[in-house]
């Protein structure tokens, strides 16, 4: 690999802030697709349902970010499963699953020794930490992510967007719902061990979200929301160094504070409608000026 | 049966129990709003947020500020997430709102020496250190809880069904928003430091969801989730102890009441479907021919 | 193939010309629940045939299970000569609009363009012909101004209409069309029926399901009326009678009670 020849990378601060850019170019850009499809909720399931795999792969030997895909993609599985149920909604179901994995993940972590240090490892992550095999992995995942989504990009839109128009148009929803879901997980399974569980969830939510508050187009939407990310991760890992807390929490509260923002410029500037605005108010004003122009 | 009955002759076992038992029934009543409202991620949410006041009533007053801590993060999040649900009720938010507080705590945690045990103990609580102060909190709460859903039920009912129709028959939904919240926020601050502020999401969801798998009438979904609720309580806690005593296996035992509760969803799941199967073959064979509505 | 309908009519063969939609004793299911039962008729090119029948009916079922996304558990339903999974290509779907998330970050132009995947194919990029297709069809639709507006910010009316547009833009030989004129205002509605009646004048078959029936007359020389089984199927002023319709829609007036429940199809 031509990254552990650079001795630039034998810091620890420099191997954290690339991992912290890697990760947030990353979270930015898959986070668009998480932020239309509706999924932040499901995301934050996949983070902590990764954890119990983790755990095992570090029980059996194997390599975590193996273990830690297998296992969130089976938690994915369960919750298709049990929110195909009457009365049971998509929402309960992530929530069972959710709980249930982290629930798992600590119940086996309690039975070694060193409980609270291994824990807090998984729960609030530590960039500090990343090898340069780690940067690898990231890097790979990022490649491999961007490749998708440039190949695949119109497709992934006609199906989220519309998703019996698409499957009408002939497109295997199925495929490529299954295809968005390993981008999410994958992404997941690299950004937990620098953000933590809870904290993942920041980066794979926040920039997008920021962006959208920016701009309805979708074209900009991934670079602004990618550059945000990067920003972040990069803003969290110096303040992390300089104030000495946890590099997580300081990369999600930048997320925060940019998101906040962003927030309230948008409400300034009054897009901040409430829903039921936004699709009454226009109909009425159209209507008139239709009627006006015939 | 003696697993069952044993360990509780030891004080301390005695007093989690109770406190387990207790919160279990809550939890159980609160979750079936939370369920047929899907506000899961919202309860999430209101999860997490408490945090940064268990770690800031901790840091002022100790083990004895956590209550109060949490108390103040809870009424504040409940009544944010009630105004922030009228401008925007998108995912998005929430989870910005999770994750943006929840690393305010992280961040004030991570800079305290004894970092590690201390975050473990307010993520995953301390129920075997349950004191009878805390179960008369514990009661107080409960009490508060249930006797003002007992009398909100109608409106909450009818606010749960057809919030138009409520509005309409002059019920102030939002006002009853806000009670729905504040009443999961206690029910988090009442578990925070018996199963932590990550675990309780089981304790709300999943038994009502194993109820509602199990029934289709409010009338018995409420109790059913409250004795299974308090089952899961029970069970998990005996199941930690007998591990440790019997096998030498220390197990989290905030993480194994949460794995005996999925336990039982999956099987109140399973014992659904097989209901609801006979229920129709028995249906059809009474009246085939006639067309069933979609 | 059954070309006798039950209003007694003989719908005559056009030679050299395939049929776009053939129901042949038709049985729909989802799961293990029938949804729809014996379903016979024949729909021309160029010709538009109005699903009419009360909410639940089972008319949305019906379009899906033209598109080839329920599957057809008796009898036989034939488009354009194949198979409804076969046929999908040449045939385009127009949705209900307001079952489209008005969040979505897209363009009008956007969605226009996504009637045109299929034919780009995947991993490909639209060409400049693309493009003129889909300027063609949003000026069918009287909406080329605004091409780059978000789609969330336009009227439901003016949303029906670009994904008509979206359908017009996909060529298809079969157009369905699922309820588009609930909540549309009257100028979209006009906009709407004229863009439909261009395409059938170039050959194209037309099946609309809606419970309006002055559209039934007004767009569609022929109706087929539904209610889990069908009322009747042939030219509007034959089919849409007191008589068929009291049964079609009487049935849910009325309370089921098993074996009770009227059926007028014999």
Redesign the interface.
Known sequence: MILTDMSWFDSTVHRAMTEAALVGALGGLVGVLVI?R?LPFFTMALTHATFPGVVIATLLGIDLYLGGGLFGLLIVLAIVAFSRARGQDLTAATGIALSGGFALGVVLVSAQDGFSKDLTHYTVGDILAVSTADLTSTLVVAVAVVIVLA??G??L??S???P????????PTLVLDFILLAVIEVTVVVTVPALGAILAVALLVGPAATA?LL????AL?FPISAVIGVGCGLAGVWLSTRWDIAAGASIALFVGFVFGLAFLGSAVRGRLRS?AE??RH??A???VN??GS? | MNILFEPFQLPFMARALTQLVILGALAGTVGVLVLLRRLAFVTDTLTHTVFPGVVIGYILAGDDGIFWGALVAGAVTAALLTLFARRVSEDAALAMLLTTLFAVGVALVSRRSGYAADLTAFLFGRVLTVTEEQLVQTSVVTVLVVALLAVLRRPLMLRMFDPEGARAAGVRVGLLDLVLNAAIALVVVASVRAVGTVLVIALLIVPAAAARALSDRLAVIVPLACLIGAAGGWLGLAVSYEAAVSHGLRLASGGTVVLVLVAMYVLAFAAGILRRRLARSRVSR??S?????? | MTEETTTGQVTLEQPGRTAALVLDRACVA?GD?P?LEELDGVVHPGEAVALIGPN?A?KS?LI?AI?G?VPVVRGRIEVLGTTPARA??E???V?QAD?????????VE??V???R??K?G??R?PSAGDRAEVAAALERVGLAGRARD?F???????RQRV?LA?AIA?RPRLL?LDEPFNGV????QHALLEAMAALKEQGTAVVISTHDLAIAHLACEEVCLLN?HQYGFGPTESVLTPERLRAAYG?QALE?R??R?IVTRT
Do not use: C, H, N
């Open positions: 239309v509706r190949a695949l119109k497709e839109l006609f989220a967007f519309d019996v128009g698409a499957s009408a148009a002939g497109l959208r701009t309805d187009r979708l939407l829903p936004t699709t226009p109909v004003l159209e209507a239709d009627a015939s | 009474a009246v021919g006639e067309v069933e509505p979609a | 989802y629940v949804a639940g089972g079922t899906k598109l996304l999908r290509r045939v385009a779907y949705p079952t489209l998330d008005p969040d979505f970050p897209v363009s956007q969605v363009m996504m009637g995947y299929r780009i995947w991993l990029r978000r969330g910010t336009l009227s439901g009316g003016q994904l979206r996909a369905l205002d009257a100028v979209s889990r049935g089921l098993g074996d429940v």
